[in-house]
């Protein structure tokens, strides 16, 4: 489902009952879905021919160019997930997010997670995709600590900061987050399986991340 041009950028929303929110999503939207992401990528794609002007200066690589030229990022909606989630109460029924959580800070993280509960329907999903501390201390080496290290914060270079690491996760630390905040069920699950719909085409990495649902 591509972005109504008629809901504002910023606010709160009204959304049908069975709404799915996917935070995160940059280049992995998928149809049906409230796709949200802050990558400047969506403005560009709502400016006409800023992507052909930025690839022709050199400014955008040719697969992200191709990405822009398939929609991907024109199915964008803004949303900062440090602010209060946009959508009203009661207002989604699944919610899905890969490799975001570990990005934010501690306080960052405790707020999203109520915020889900408040925006998600009774019986409603929240799966999360995070990478798997447990798997990234089991690297580490006194003698060759860059393995360990590169797993923690993925910033190996001035440019990679913004993309830095600021928290960890293992699955025991996942349900005592999301339980604190209210769900009633929390569960570790299996590459592509699990509650939320469309795992197919969403669930990704599947060699280095925890896989985990909680139900409201």
């Known amino acids: 489902m591509r972005t109504d041009p008629t809901l504002p ?16 999503a940059f280049n992995c939207g998928i149809e049906g879905w409230i796709n949200t992401d802050i990558t400047p990528h969506l403005w560009i794609a709502r400016i006409p021919f800023a992507a052909t002007v930025l690839h022709a200066l050199g400014l955008i690589g040719d697969s992200r160019y191709a990405e822009h030229r398939s929609g991907k990022f024109a199915m ?26 570990e990005h934010l800070f501690p306080d960052e993280i405790e707020r999203l997670v109520r915020e889900a509960h408040r925006v998600l329907v009774p019986g409603g999903v929240c799966r999360v995709v995070v990478p798997d501390v447990e798997r ?21 270079t001035r440019r990679d900061v913004a993309f830095a690491h600021h928290w960890g996760f293992t699955r025991e630390s996942l349900a005592t987050l999301f339980r604190e905040a209210g769900f009633s069920q929390t569960e570790a699950c299996g590459y592509r399986q699990g509650r939320c719909p469309d795992l197919e085409l969403l669930d990704n990495r599947p060699d280095e991340s925890i896989f985990f649902e909680a139900v409201k």
Not at 9 to 24: C, D, E, Q, R, Y
Not at 136 to 156: C, H, K, N, S, W
């Open 9 to 24: 950028m910023t606010g709160t929303s009204v959304m049908p009952s069975n709404a799915k929110l996917h935070i995160g």
């Open 76 to 101: 964008l909606r803004y949303v900062n997930l440090t602010k209060p989630l946009p959508f009203a109460d009661a207002s989604t029924s699944a919610i899905f997010s890969a490799h975001v959580f």
């Open 136 to 156: 990234i201390v089991a690297l580490y080496d006194a003698a060759r600590p860059q393995a360990f290290l590169q797993g923690m914060f993925e910033v190996t």
